[in-house]
Structures are given as C-alpha cells and as structure tokens.
C-alpha cells in the first residue's frame, strides 16, 4: 500500500454540519475527517478531532449507529478576542452505520494529538476462514 | 511476476493537485512569507500578548519546530500517517505530509518570553509583545 499517492497537507476548511437533525446544544458542529480501514480482523475508524480532550469524547453504538461526539473546551478562549482568523473553532460530531457483523462487545477506542481511532472488530461469523483441501 | 503500468491519471492528478496547491498558497500574499498556506492559523489578543493557534492533529510534538525572530514566526513539521500495510482503504479524507508556513505579526514579539503548547492536536503560542512595541501612556501635565 506504500506506493499509494501520498496526499500533501493543504488548507482545508472544516466541513460544518448543514442541520439534518435539530440541535438544541449552542455553537458549530462540524464533521471530523475521517479515515476508515479494513483489516482482516477489524474495521478501523480515524478521525481528526482536534482541541477535543478525552473525557470530552463520547461514542454510543444504537441499533447499528455508531455516533461520535467531541466537545471542545471553551473557556479558553473568554479572555481573549479575535485578530485574525482562518478557522473557526466548534464540536465535532459524526454517525457512521455499523455493519451488523461488527462484534459490538468488542470496540475500543483511543485517542493521541486530536486523532481519535475506534477499532470495530469483526463478528466471528463474519472473519474469512481458509478451508484446507485433504 | 506482477508488472504495474504507471496509471497516467496519476501524472496529471499530481500535476493538478500541485497547481491547486500554489493558487491556494499565499506566496503572493502580503500578509505572510513562507513556502505554504497550511497550518490554518487563528490570531488572538490577550491583554497585550498576542495568542496564535493552529490545528494540528495527528502531527506529533517531537516533529513541530517553531521559530520566532523579530515580529515573525515560523512554525513547520510533518505530519505522518500509520496504518496497517495489509488494510484495505475505504475512505481517506485525511492529507499527510511536510509543512511550513512564515507569518509576520504587526509588532515585534519578545522571543525569550515565548510559550508554546501543544495539547489534543491544538498548538498554543503566547507571543508577549516586546517592551519597545508596547504602547505608553503619556501623562499630561
């Protein structure tokens, strides 16, 4: 997979959430960029969700909807006021449809530098198994 | 043996992405010097000290260097990405890779009195205004 195209770093705006559902939480939400990844034994998510501290994750598995939601501190940023500004600061939230041959006991998550990782591991059922020839 | 032709969208893909990357750097700006328009950077005033963020997530603290000199700051790194050679990808929104951006802030910064921290992928500077760049009161008589 190394001889992938690399993609440069570049200026990206952040993509805020055009309302699909009604919030009655105050401020910007918008959408972490994400990585999704496919092992043999687990699907892997990673997303970009920076200023969000650890306990200020919170991910809930319903009925098949992985809901990701990070909160950001803030109380930063009462003292100060703005000069000049190329992005805007919010909450990051993001739903993804799990696969139902996701083992839902098993997910875990981890977080380092703002990058969050959930590991949806596979369902037994669902691993590929080699069948020997006798 | 297995013998990749080169994919010629590849060529121009690169080719494209670069030219977008130029009209989109502020080489021309007037506002900054310096080789790159990433990171975003948000400027801030406290009190008399001017506070600059920028969002960094996944670069690690040991690849960030930043430089202050004058009323300039320079912040610079990589960003590198790790996942597993064997998975397979089924989307990749996130863009790895070198930067290196140069701002030039209205007045001069007292470089020995800078901080910086970098905590959840958010760098933090406090760049204190130099003593020489600080406004005086003039006391009427």
């Not at chain 2, 009323?71 to 790194?77: A, F, K, P, S």
């Not at chain 2, 397979?88 to 863009?95: G, K, L, Q, T, W």
Request: aromatic share 6%.
């Amino acid at each position: 997979m190394s001889s992938q195209v690399a993609k440069e770093v570049a200026p990206h705006e952040k993509r805020e959430l055009t309302q699909a559902e009604e919030r009655t939480e105050a401020g910007k939400f918008f959408s972490p960029y994400a990585d999704i990844h496919e092992t043999e034994r687990a699907v892997v998510v990673t997303m970009e969700m920076p200023g969000v501290a650890k306990s200020s994750i919170d991910i809930q598995l319903d009925k098949g909807v992985l809901t990701v939601k990070g909160t950001i501190d803030s109380t930063k940023y009462e003292s100060v006021r703005p000069l000049y500004t190329e992005y805007n600061v919010g909450n990051f939230v993001r739903t993804f449809t799990v696969s139902p041959q996701v083992d839902a006991a098993g997910i875990s998550a981890a977080v380092a530098d703002g990058v969050l990782t959930i590991e949806l591991p596979k369902a037994k059922e669902a691993l590929a198994r080699r069948i020997a020839v006798s | 043996m297995v013998i990749r032709a080169r994919d010629p969208f590849a060529t121009l893909l690169g080719l494209q992405r670069a030219m977008d990357s130029v009209m989109g750097s502020d080489w021309f700006g007037s506002r900054t010097s310096g080789s790159g328009a990433f990171p975003l950077l948000n400027v801030l005033a406290d009190g008399d000290d001017f506070v600059v963020e920028a969002e960094l997530p996944g670069v690690k603290k040991e690849d960030l260097d930043v430089q202050v000199r004058g009323d300039t700051l320079r912040i610079q790194g990589k960003k590198t990405i790790a996942h597993d050679d064997n998975a397979s990808i089924h989307r990749r929104e996130r863009a790895a890779g070198q930067f290196d951006r140069t701002v030039t802030l209205p007045a001069e910064i007292d470089s020995a009195k800078v901080s910086a921290e970098y905590r959840d992928g958010v760098l933090t500077l406090r760049l204190p205004r130099a003593e020489s760049a600080k406004p005086r009161t003039v006391n009427i008589n």
